[in-house]
């Protein structure tokens, strides 16, 4: 999750808006407001942390041009990690954290079909 998503905002947002939307999710996590219900307390004060720290990062016009530049290259890292068409047919498992390219996958059992017989020459 993004910190635009985590604002529920978009990305080209100005800064008169951010700060709605800041407040906006606040309100609807602040326990003081009667929101959460005792169990959730512990969920909504995580919550509000975070809210807090998004809108810190993206108040600030460096700080908000370093993490858009980031959230830029975690996407082209993404889309070069695209998979190439094999014969071989494996189950993988990514991790839903790090969607990136490296050793943050599992492979499950691998199907091999075999492969046609070779046209006579």
Do not use: K
């Amino acid at each position: 999750m993004t910190l635009y998503q985590l604002l529920g905002v978009d990305a080209s947002v100005s800064g008169t808006e951010l700060g709605r939307a800041y407040r906006r999710r606040l309100r609807q996590l602040h326990p003081d407001l009667g929101c959460a219900v005792d169990a959730d307390l512990v969920d909504a004060a995580a919550d509000l942390a975070a809210v807090q720290q998004a809108y810190q990062v993206l108040r600030d016009p460096a700080r908000r041009a370093r993490y858009d530049a980031e959230l830029e290259a975690r996407a082209v890292r993404v889309s070069e990690c695209r998979p190439t068409r094999s014969r071989v047919s494996i189950a993988v498992r990514v991790h839903p954290e790090e969607p990136r390219c490296g050793p943050v996958f599992t492979a499950g059992p691998v199907r091999v079909a075999p492969l046609p017989p070779s046209p006579a020459r």
